[in-house]
């Protein structure tokens, strides 16, 4: 990352060395981010730049970043790769300059209608933008973090736990005692939904590759398929609940 030769680069900075200092209020209205003006290499185009602290909406809640997890979605996004999503995201550079999709920290400020969250809560959530000091985002994409996790591990759950977790109980409807298979259980994905299924009472079978037998099983699957050496769809098993990472990316469904 570019980060100090970009800094002193930047116009905001400049603008602090040639200025007198500036009033409290408004020097507490900035804040450091990762910025991207254009697609590349994260290493080419990523930079650490000062830029206007996230103002709230009645319904957002102000967010002071402990930690932000790196999802693939960032690099996909950020890279621009491949070239079709560029209609989506922007086609000659990203349309959001900050990248970062999840993150934890502690709430600095709530809007007036916020009444879940105050000022201190420990919470992890997604959103746009997380790759900064603070973040803005509506009450209804965060959570209370639990005190027995650290940001670190709280900021790195949102987008794949909840993908999981939509999967196996909204679509899935997983219940006790269910045969519940799961392949790419060893993924962002299917590491979340082992452990969720196993919470919600299931019998669990996740399917990797030989590298990854050990740490599925330590997750709490029952049984392991090695996909390297074995055809899970010949084995003659037969589940309540598949959750099946489609080809086509981003969706992930569970079959029932
Ligand atoms: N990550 C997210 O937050 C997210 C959100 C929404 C949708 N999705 C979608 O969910 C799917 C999985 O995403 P992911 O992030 O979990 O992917 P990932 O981290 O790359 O994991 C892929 C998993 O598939 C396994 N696998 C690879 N080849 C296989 C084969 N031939 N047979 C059976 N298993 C095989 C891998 O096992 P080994 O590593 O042991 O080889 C690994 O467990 C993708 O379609 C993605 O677009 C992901």
Known sequence: MQTTTTTRN???????????????????????AIVQDSYGAPLDVLALRDIERPAIGPDDVLV?????????????????????????????????????????????AVGDNVKMFHSGDAVFGWGTKAFAQYVSVSQDSLM????????????VVPISGFTALQALRDS???????KVL??????????????????????VTGVCSTRNTDMVRALGADHVVDYTKEDISEAGEHYDV???????????YAVR
């Open 64 to 108: 002071s970043v402990r930690a932000a997890g790196v999802h693939i979605g960032d690099w996909l996004v950020g890279s621009g790769l491949p070239y079709i999503i560029r209609l989506g995201y922007g086609l000659r550079k990203p349309k959001t300059a900050i990248p970062g999709m999840e993150f934890a920290g502690v709430v600095e």
């Open 144 to 155: 209370r973090k639990p005190a027995n996790i650290s940001f670190e591990q709280a900021a």
């Open 242 to 252: 598949i959750l099946e990472p489609a080809t086509v990316p981003y969706l992930v």
């Open 182 to 203: 799961i392949i790419g259980a060893s993924g962002g994905v299917g590491t979340y939904a082992v452990q969720i299924a196993k919470s919600y009472g299931a019998e």
């Open 10 to 32: 930047t116009p905001s900075m400049a603008t602090h060395e040639t200025n007198p200092p500036m009033p409290s209020e408004e020097k507490t209205a900035m804040m450091q």
């Open 172 to 178: 899935g409807r997983v219940k006790r005692g269910q």
